[in-house]
């Protein structure tokens, strides 16, 4: 800068070595030292946006310094002699300067006035005067002689090739405002418009004058307009063109020219790159705007520079003096600087200080509001965020926030009321119809809250935290197909979204088979899947083929020559639940004897029984069941029927079932104890089918004529694989000793819906001492080899989410890959060492695989990260037990 302003000041002049000779050195200097400490700059240093108004002003200059060195080397400018080479750098650099920020194409202002003035020692004032009172007609030729028109119109065809560029590559017309931007620009009388502009060019100058009331943002009421010719403000504006009227004549009607220079120079430098900002040629987007005036602060410094060396010429007595003021000033800039920039240092501090400058700016409430917030202050955010919409009551970003934080302290009602309103005002802001979507489907407004999810999609296509919140919308109505689509969607727009990776596999893991899941799978239509199962006759044709063997009672239970096939009706009725069905199963081969579908649902387990065909066949004496030794036994014992509280002794004979609970003896307690031991081998059979072929849990089953179909093939199914694959359909489980074991806390940090947030529990069901063994897995992959592509999938792109890894361990331990998921376990820790779910799943593990010290060590350590942890004290309790067990029958 002490180049610039010694050419600005001094004039070109050059040694005989060819270097610049400074004529004003002081000046310049002190001008420069202006320049670098005036805290105006620091809102462009401090802040990430201020680099495009640094670099803006480096090749500025540097843009300027070119233009001078294109005289370098003619003994008199004035007779045309420059160099092209160095205007055309001249040039590039002022595009540089443009691309950066467009203020740089001012310096080509800047270069023709210093050419007009100082290369060519135009008096303004008089070329003014012969044009406007024609009293001496302008000499043409010496104006083409010194090259003056000629290096003119070099700057402005390439002003005008700048131009063209700009408006080639970013399109015609400035960007659109609001009038909470600059609210002078949109008022309709002319006069308010051009008095509120001078009152925003009063306020620019006061900020270079005295540069301490600085803030980060100026509008949204910060500025009040004036709205009548009676506000006291519009003095501020009188006095600030005195002063320019004053500045402008002693420019062009002092008699000493190197005042004139100087001063014209000086206002060419301060008004020139602040025209962009004024609002003359189009609307800017603020009201008041430190780092605009950047450039600006230039012509102000050389002013001032130049001002205090004449007052020195004028006063030199007072030399003094005025050096000791202009190191006072120097020192006040100083300390500005370095407060301001210590403001600028966090976000509270910034945004606190903005409150004492403009306490009317809504803004500047909002921010304070959103830093309190994400510090946790949410009470005191609310404060501020509710007086950021009572100053600007159609400010929806406010409106957005508080609905946020409102809901999260659950004033659901209040939340909906902001955020329709905000929707209402601007129907295009996707976030608010988003977080209206979330507050909607926490009230149990399903409807309403899809329909808000699609809205925010609508006006913003790219929007994977919508999809994500709309998948947990479809899983809270059990609509798991478009749950999963919804959050694939989400990882294909951000492929590093944790929480929709994590709630897939949480999903999948924890549903069953269904024609939506088939069709997500095989990317088959829902329709198409329902059509292969109920018109191709697949499900019959098995049935069909497996009935005569594997359901059937079988020649050692009949009576008669020939076996009794009781054929599965449906009953007719409108309620129809598949699961609803009456079966014998075999405690020893754990296959099913009878099946009969399609009960109403609204029946009791006894009276299903009851009426059903099995039933009459046995009062009938068609069929009966003829006593067998006991296994490894000779002692010969009657077959009998298995049943709860619910079931009449007088309509159901050989029926054994507990006693009531109230006042038993020691001896009918045993006896419940060892019936309730061989209920669970009972039911085994309906684990296995159950799990096995992942479609009876399910809620949301297709058609009854369908679900009919699959039942019978399924059992079918399950009766040939029992027979004649047992051991890889039917897995004995490590678990000998009976309980439930629980998968500790909740399925990582992903917010699923709260029924499928809670502790998945395990049914261990417990065997007689001579069964072997009993069902705690899923026998089928089903829906979890999807779960672990996807699990395996994310890890890819998220090579250290815990949350993940958590998930996939748990998914690999149902299908039984221990080694695999103690290792993702293992893991996960490592990274979150502290985690007492992932602790007490891995003891969980370790429990089924029969590792009982490692099981016994992490229990040990999830109840103490976390003693209230729900299952893992029942779990560690029955781990001692079964440790106890082992040691009392151990050698």
Not at 597 to 626: M, T, W
Not at 866 to 887: F, H, I, S, V
């Amino acid at each position: 800068m002490v180049d610039v302003f010694a050419a600005l000041i001094g004039g070109l002049a050059y040694v005989e070595g060819g270097g610049a000779q400074n004529h004003a050195p002081r000046a310049s200097l002190l001008a420069a030292l202006l320049f670098a400490a005036h805290p105006v700059h620091t809102e462009s240093v401090a802040g990430v946006v201020g680099r495009a108004d640094l670099l803006c002003a480096l090749f500025f200059q540097l843009s300027f310094l070119t233009y001078c060195k294109a005289f370098h080397g003619g003994s008199d400018r004035c007779e045309g002699k420059f160099s092209l080479q160095w205007m055309v750098l001249s040039l590039l650099l002022c595009a540089a300067a443009m691309l950066c920020k467009e203020q740089g194409i001012t310096v080509l202002g800047i270069n023709a006035a210093f050419d007009v003035l100082l290369i060519c020692n135009v008096n303004v004032f008089e070329l003014s005067q012969r044009l406007l009172l024609r009293r001496k007609s302008i000499d043409v030729s010496e104006l083409v002689r010194s090259g003056l028109l000629s290096r003119l119109a070099v700057l402005v065809v390439g002003g005008a090739s700048m131009f063209y560029a700009r408006w080639r590559i970013m399109g015609t017309g400035p960007p659109a405002f609001t009038e909470v931007d600059n609210p002078a620009s949109f008022a309709d009388s002319m006069f308010l418009r051009i008095v509120n502009y001078n009152y925003y060019y009063s306020l620019n100058a006061w900020l270079l004058l005295c540069p301490w009331w600085l803030c980060f943002d100026w509008s949204m009421g910060c500025v009040p307009l004036i709205n009548s010719a009676t506000d006291w403000r519009i003095v501020w504006l009188l006095l600030l063109w005195c002063v320019l009227i004053g500045l402008i004549s002693q420019a062009l009607c002092s008699p000493d020219s190197q005042r004139r220079r100087t001063l014209t120079l000086g206002l060419v430098l301060l008004v020139v790159p602040f025209l962009p900002a004024c609002n003359l040629f189009f609307r800017v987007g603020f009201v008041v705007a430190e780092r605009v005036l950047y450039l600006s602060s230039a012509g102000y410094c050389l002013l001032l520079a130049y001002a205090l060396g004449h007052c020195c010429c004028r006063w030199p007595r007072h030399r003094r003096l005025l050096g000791v003021c202009v190191l006072a000033l120097l020192g006040v800039y100083v300390v500005r600087c370095a407060h301001r920039s210590h403001q600028w240092r966090s976000e509270r501090s910034l945004f606190t200080s903005a409150l004492l400058v403009c306490p009317l700016n809504a803004k500047v409430h909002y921010n304070v509001g959103k830093n309190l917030a994400d510090r946790g202050n949410t009470s005191a955010a609310i404060s501020y965020y509710r007086e950021a919409v009572r100053l600007h009551p159609t400010y929806v970003h406010a409106m957005n926030n508080l609905g946020n934080i409102l809901k999260e302290q659950d004033e659901l009602v209040e939340a909906e009321l902001l955020l329709s309103k905000a929707v209402a005002i601007q129907p295009d802001f996707a976030a608010a119809w988003m977080n209206l979507g979330i507050v909607q489907n926490s009230l149990q407004k399903f409807r309403e809250a899809e329909r808000s999810y699609w809205n925010a999609i609508h006006f913003r296509k790219k929007y994977p935290d919508c999809y994500y919140n709309l998948g947990r919308l479809y899983a809270d109505q059990n609509r798991h197909l478009e749950a999963l689509n919804a959050w694939k969607n989400a990882t294909v727009l951000k492929p590093d979204h944790s929480l929709a990776w994590n709630n897939m596999v949480i999903l999948l893991d924890n549903t069953g088979e269904s024609f939506r899941s088939l069709s997500f799978q095989y990317r088959i239509g829902y329709s198409t899947i329902a059509r292969i199962v109920s018109r191709t006759g697949a499900c019959e044709a098995i049935h069909q083929v497996l009935m005569e063997e594997f359901l059937q009672l079988k020649d050692s239970l009949k009576n008669g020559s020939s076996p009794i096939v009781l054929v599965p009706l449906m009953a007719n009725t409108s309620i129809f639940n598949p699961q609803d069905t009456v079966v014998v199963p075999s405690t020893t081969t754990k296959k099913l004897l009878y099946l009969s579908v399609g009960a109403q649902g609204r029946a009791s387990d006894a009276g299903l029984f009851v009426e059903s065909d099995i039933k009459r066949a046995l009062d009938n004496g068609l069929i009966h069941f003829p006593p067998e030794s006991l296994p490894n036994t000779e002692v010969v014992v009657p077959y009998m029927f298995l049943g709860d509280d619910v079931y009449p002794t007088q309509r159901i004979t050989d029926l054994m079932k507990p006693y009531s609970f109230r006042q038993m003896d020691q001896d009918q307690s045993i006896f419940k104890y060892h019936l309730s031991r061989a209920c669970r081998v009972v039911e085994n059979p309906f684990d296995i089918l159950g799990k096995g072929w992942r479609f009876f849990p399910l809620h949301n089953s297709p058609a009854p004529r369908i679900s009919v179909k699959i039942t019978m093939a399924a059992v079918s199914l399950h009766n040939f694989l029992s027979e004649h694959q047992s051991e890889a359909y039917v897995l004995p489980d490590r678990e000998p000793c009976g309980g439930i074991l629980e998968e500790s806390g909740t399925r990582g940090n992903a917010p699923l819906p709260e029924r499928a947030d809670k502790e998945l529990k395990l049914s261990c069901k417990t065997a007689t001492p001579c069964s072997e063994g009993i069902i705690c897995f899923s026998r089928r992959p089903g829906n979890l080899g999807q779960a672990e592509l996807i699990g395996r999938e994310a890890l890819k792109l998220l090579p250290n989410d815990h949350t993940i890894m958590f998930s996939l361990a748990n998914v690999l331990g149902k299908l039984q890959k221990y080694k695999e998921s103690e290792g993702f376990f293992l893991l996960a820790l490592k990274i979150n060492p502290n985690a007492a779910s992932c602790h007490g799943n891995l003891a969980v593990l370790y429990h089924r695989w029969g590792k009982m010290e490692l099981a016994k060590r992490h229990y040990e350590l999830a109840l103490k990260l976390d003693p209230e942890a729900p299952g893992t004290r029942d779990n560690y309790k029955m781990l001692l037990r079964k440790m106890e067990q082992l040691r009392r029958t151990g050698p």
